[in-house]
């Protein structure tokens, strides 16, 4: 990916700048949500000011999480491209690396979820509900395989594009 593909409002960014969303996320709740509130798609839990993964509790309230509300417009908010030689030789390892990235992050953040993995002309798309996911999923793929990794990130729309190549 380079810096001439990028559209317009996107910005490169350090990997050791952590990344601020200047404007709030059109898919968080505009409220408090009543507590306890159950996720009427993925049974996550609104409980102390955040989504878990809990045991659904009595009389809890019914709500869409923004992690299931993004799915449903089908919205991400980052997109990892995967490219290159190297990629296109260890593509299920790879692969296997993200899945698992995504599973460790969910367990502990349900609103961070894998929307897609899908096969592109030059390589692999990977779109998720969530900045910090698109992030660590590149940051774990140059830790682990090094290569090129380069982070855009558009503050108006509160999205990234990591590209990652090989």
């Not at 309230?61 to 997109?79: E, I, K, M, S």
Request: aromatic content about 8%; overall charge neutral; glycine content about 6%.
């Amino acid at each position: 990916m380079t810096k001439q593909s990028q559209p317009a409002g996107f910005h490169p960014i350090r990997r050791d700048q952590p990344l601020m969303e200047t404007q709030m996320d059109s898919y968080k709740s505009k409220g408090k949500l009543s507590e306890p509130t159950v996720c009427s798609d993925c049974g996550a839990v609104f409980h102390a000011g955040h989504w878990q993964w809990l045991a659904k509790p009595k009389d809890a309230h019914q709500a869409t999480c923004p992690a299931c509300h993004r799915v449903r417009d089908n919205f991400p908010a980052g997109y990892v491209t995967l490219e290159g030689a190297f990629f296109a030789a260890h593509e299920p390892e790879i692969l296997q690396l993200i899945q698992h990235r995504e599973t460790r992050e969910k367990a502990e953040h349900p609103l961070q979820r894998i929307m897609a993995i899908e096969k592109t002309k030059h390589g692999t798309q990977v779109t998720t509900t969530d900045i910090h996911l698109a992030r660590g999923i590149g940051e774990a793929l140059h830790h682990a395989y090094q290569g090129e990794l380069e982070l855009h990130y558009d503050s108006d729309r509160n999205l990234l594009r990591v590209g990652w190549s090989r």
